[in-house]
């Protein structure tokens, strides 16, 4: 998981300054959904402040704050149609205990709350569970336009009458209602960004339009979103790629593929080498990336009667994104023979030179060029009804349909194409990304030659082509029958009370050619040379502006030009040629194909009934609840025996499978979520809230199928990975809040709150080495055995652990003064831990602290305004190359600011700067610099904005 800080919009950056301080207290449903909340729109016609600006939302974060049931933090937009930043999860970073993950481009896509990852958090939209493409629940927000939003709540606490699902947080997105501001409104926006890495332009239009009829009976807004730009992001790391001697004793019995890393080449192991760290694999490269959107939403509303409100409104998304990766890969791994002139540093060899005449034993530089085809169509539509029977019962309905979309079987590439011209290669670590240096016999170097364009078509084999991709659809159709009884007798006001129904159904398409040994059909023995195919496989050098800039570690920065559809064109054209096996080549041979294994199906339905009752004394006010939840599961997936294993060359292996048979299962569960907050206003600007409750979230929808894969035997890793079960239980939690809020001054607030959280039934992963699944010896090539006795496998699986703790404390500023300037600042800290039976393990994906300080300045025509958001490192994934040695992510600074100028009251201008600080995402084992395991670079980006208001 990537976790780091996101960008905001220039008059943003303000607004969710204020709006972001923990607490601020909006409804899970818009209010124009919610009948037991007042609306942003009243709030604002009863205190007569201003709409648009920061201001404005700095009063309307304060006032719902203070109102708010539970802890609650919120966002809002500066005026019609315009979120504060181009991507949701951007802004939801600003708020108190907020993180993000970035997609290619440094773009946010998912959302951690107080350190809890994406599969803690759950995502709504007006109250409605959005659909996703990707494996899991998290919401991926790259996929929706923030200019369709009205504004973000990010409830912390639990109330029996919101939706179940999350533990970290629920994020609920609101779209704006066309009595929020009652008439004609309209605004028109054009953009143009530049990022100055990649020296790419980007441009978006959007158009926003709200009336209101009938003598204000009806309303309809309007709204469409056109935007496309291009991106890149500098990448390098080792995957994963690190070999890692055995430790006798331990439970850790190596990863290497080659053989054990043996130094002193006495083929022993020796007490000196247990544990030897040295490099497996390494790459470097850039990911180019178009990105169009378009999103199209309505909503008409009809109050025939001051006691009656109909909504029906819909959303529409489209997210066309193809990704082309150009990447160099080195695979130095140790063998007998392989290496010389060892150096070793505290368990790390740093230094080596590999000078092996056999072609299987030197370095063989690759080319890796990867597209991904990723087309998501995201839509959710939906009809509220509101209906106030007397002046103590109010009851309302609500249904809807969410679906997501992305259909790319088969359409992804990962191609690889090996050098094949004797060298001699140098590696060696210093605290940077791996350093490599090859020469080759007739006197190129690997390095200068790429520059200098030394290197054809005839210096490359095709070796490994993947072609792969997934279908996925995720259909959601939900409905909530709710009422709300006016008591008023002693302190009890109010009892809430409702029934609601989910029906999620997932499956995934898996289509790749890697189960019939299509992704291996052209390397080893039958190695095509490119030079054969003609068709300028292979057309030309370029170089990338500000390539890998800052990095100062030594390996190729020049590309080949590779042309992955015309390569495929090639090769469909050779079809009949004798390979060097006496076989006729046959494209069809390597085609993708459904792979049953990664398929799946699985379905949920869940009842929901709630009962809440709100009370209320002189100085306090308060919610006692509970939530009675009933899941049913069925999911469906293949297995397929492996009947046997053909190695053809070093490092490559094809698996023989039986036909696919199927598993189906079938999982139920209950949960009881009581829940309670209390409210106690020591002043009318001093307040403590307290917050009990029992919460839940359910595991990703691909870990309750039992998938497998034995993928890895491909390259000579003999390791089953199962995706999951349907027996795996949620996550459960008990959670506790305590919060003090002083509203020292107006649009102004400082604030403190701790929590705690027991998780239970935490999802880990196993793993089980030296297994026997009942594989047998591995064969040659003529199919007699090369090992003797059964083939042994490492399993992977998830499985349900003990349990987790995570405790932390919050902190906020925030003020305005009459002047023009403002200040916000926050801090998050957390303490976390979680348990496997007797070992205590860190629990991955939590940032030990986030914390951030914003500058702003608002009077007249002017916004200005600057924030720096950092989180610390954190584990990212543990025990990589044994128990001990986790992935870590490096401290991450991320500087945005903004100027915006109202011209007149229909037209303003603005400049936004995101990542001013060009800081990367780096990652390492350890945090050791010498291991270093990952590099992400986004670069700067500005942004320049026109918008015209009618």
Not at 28 to 34: E, I, K, L, N, T
Not at 429 to 455: C, E, I, K, S, T
Not at 470 to 482: C, K, P
Not at 585 to 601: G, I, K, M, Q, V
Request: hydrophobic content about 35%; glycine content about 10%; some cysteine.
């Amino acid at each position: 998981m990537k976790i780091a800080r996101p960008s905001r919009s220039p008059l943003f950056c303000s607004i969710v300054l204020a709006l972001m301080v923990p607490g601020a207290a909006l409804a899970q449903q818009s209010s124009a959904d919610d009948p037991r909340q007042p609306s942003e729109a009243d709030i604002e016609s009863l205190d007569t402040v201003v709409v648009t600006g920061v201001r404005g939302s700095l009063a309307r974060a304060v006032e719902l704050k203070r109102d708010a049931a539970t802890v609650q933090d919120s966002i809002s937009a500066l005026e019609l149609g315009k979120f504060p930043d181009d991507n949701v999860a951007d802004s939801l970073s600003h708020i108190t205990g907020v993180s993000i993950s970035r997609t290619a481009g440094g773009e946010g896509q998912s959302v951690s709350v107080r350190g809890l990852g994406p599969e803690y958090t759950l995502t709504t939209f007006n109250g409605r569970i959005l659909a996703t493409d990707g494996a899991g629940r998290d919401f991926a927000y790259d996929v929706l336009p923030a200019d369709v939003i009205s504004g973000a709540d990010v409830i912390k606490g639990a109330q029996s009458s919101l939706t179940e699902g999350a533990i970290g947080g629920l994020i609920n997105l609101r779209s704006a209602s066309p009595f929020d501001q009652r008439g004609q409104h309209g605004v028109v926006r054009v953009e143009g960004d530049h990022n100055q890495m990649s020296e790419e332009n980007g441009r978006k239009f959007s158009v926003v339009y709200s009336n209101t009829f009938a003598n204000d009976t009806f309303g309809v807004l309007l709204g469409v979103v056109d935007g496309k730009r291009k991106d890149r992001t500098d990448i390098a790391g080792n995957d994963g790629g690190w070999t890692r001697n055995p430790v006798p004793g331990t439970d850790w019995s190596g990863n290497a593929w080659g053989g054990n890393i043996d130094p002193n080449g006495n083929g022993e192991l020796d007490p000196d080498e247990y544990g030897l760290i040295a490099p497996g694999q390494f790459r470097v490269g850039s990911i180019l990336e178009e990105k169009k959107r378009r999103a199209y939403s309505a909503k008409f509303e009809w109050r025939p009667t001051d006691n009656v409100r109909i909504v029906l409104d819909g959303l529409q998304t489209r997210l066309d994104s193809p990704q082309v990766g150009y990447q160099q890969s080195f695979y130095p791994l140790f063998a007998p023979g392989r290496w010389s002139d060892i150096t070793v540093q505290n368990g790390i060899v740093t230094d080596f030179t590999m000078d092996n005449p056999d072609p299987e034993q030197r370095l063989n530089p690759e080319l890796l060029n990867q597209t991904e085809h990723r087309v998501v169509d995201t839509d959710l539509y939906g009809l509220n009804a509101q209906w106030d029977v007397n002046d103590r019962l109010s009851v309302s309905g609500d249904v809807y349909r969410s679906t997501s979309k992305r259909f790319s079987g088969g359409q992804d590439t990962y191609a690889v194409l090996r050098m094949n011209q004797p060298n001699v290669a140098h590696i060696w670590l210093d605290g940077g990304m791996p350093n490599v240096d090859a020469v080759f016999d007739d006197g190129r170097n690997l390095v200068d030659g790429l520059a200098n364009n030394a290197f054809g078509a005839s210096d490359f084999d095709t070796h490994y082509l993947e072609l792969r991709g997934d279908d996925v659809r995720d259909e959601i159709t939900g409905g909530t029958l709710a009422g709300k009884f006016h008591v008023g007798s002693g302190v009890l006001d109010t009892l809430h009370f409702g029934v609601a129904r989910t029906d999620r159904s997932k499956q995934r398409d898996l289509i790749n050619n890697t189960l019939n040994g299509g992704a291996d059909y052209y390397s080893s023995v039958n190695a095509i040379n490119v030079d054969a195919l003609g068709g300028n496989v292979l057309s030309h050098t370029f170089s990338l502006p500000n390539f890998m800039q800052g990095v100062h570690s030594t390996f190729p920065r020049t590309f080949l030009a590779f042309d992955v559809p015309n390569y495929l064109a090639q090769l469909r054209a050779y079809d009949g040629t004798l390979r060097p096996d006496g076989s006729a080549y046959d494209f069809a041979n390597a085609a993708p194909r459904w792979n049953p294994l990664e398929s799946y199906r699985v379905s949920e339905k869940t009842d929901a009934v709630f009962v809440q009752a709100d009370m209320s004394g002189e100085r306090w006010s308060a919610d006692l609840g509970v939530r009675l939840v009933k899941t049913k599961t069925q999911s469906e997936a293949w297995d397929a025996q492996i009947l046997s294993i053909t190695e053809y060359g070093a490092f490559n292996f094809t698996a023989q499978y039986a036909d696919p048979t199927v598993i189906r299962q079938d999982g139920d569960y209950t949960f009881v979520l009581p829940s309670g907050n209390f409210l106690w206003r020591f002043t009318d600007d001093l307040q403590l809230r307290l917050g009990a409750a029992k919460t839940m979230a359910r595991p990703p929808v691909d870990q309750l199928a039992p998938t497998n894969t034995t993928e890895s035997v491909s390259w000579g890793e003999f390791t089953q990975i199962y995706g999951g079960n349907v027996d795996l239980q949620p996550y459960s939690a008990r959670q506790g809040d305590v919060s003090l809020e002083w509203y020292f001054a107006d649009r102004s607030i400082a604030n403190v709150a701790v929590f705690y959280k027991r998780i239970e039934n935490q999802i880990t992963t196993s793993w089980e080495p030296g297994q026997d699944i009942g594989v047998g010896p591995i064969l040659g090539l003529d199919g007699t055995p090369i090992t003797t006795g059964p083939t042994l496998f490492n399993v992977m699986r998830p499985i349900n652990g003990d349990y987790a703790t995570v405790r932390g404390i919050e902190a906020g500023l925030q003020h305005f003064w009459d002047n023009g300037f403002g200040l916000r600042a926050q801090y998050t800290r957390n303490w976390s831990k979680s348990f496997v039976g007797d070992l205590e393990r860190p629990l991955e994906g939590i940032a030990p602290s986030v914390y951030s300080l914003g500058l702003m300045y608002e009077k007249g025509a002017w916004s200005l305004g600057a924030t720096a958001d950092h989180t610390d490192g954190f584990v990212t994934a543990i025990n990589v190359l044994g128990e001990g040695y986790n992935e870590e992510a490096d401290p991450i600074t991320w500087l945005t600011a903004h100027a915006s100028y109202a011209v007149n009251d229909r037209f303003s201008i603005s400049l936004e700067g995101s990542n001013l600080l060009d800081d990367e995402n780096t990652y390492s084992i350890n945090g050791n610099p010498l291991l270093a395991q990952g590099y992400y670079r986004y670069g700067r980006s500005v942004t320049l904005g026109l918008s015209y208001r009618f």
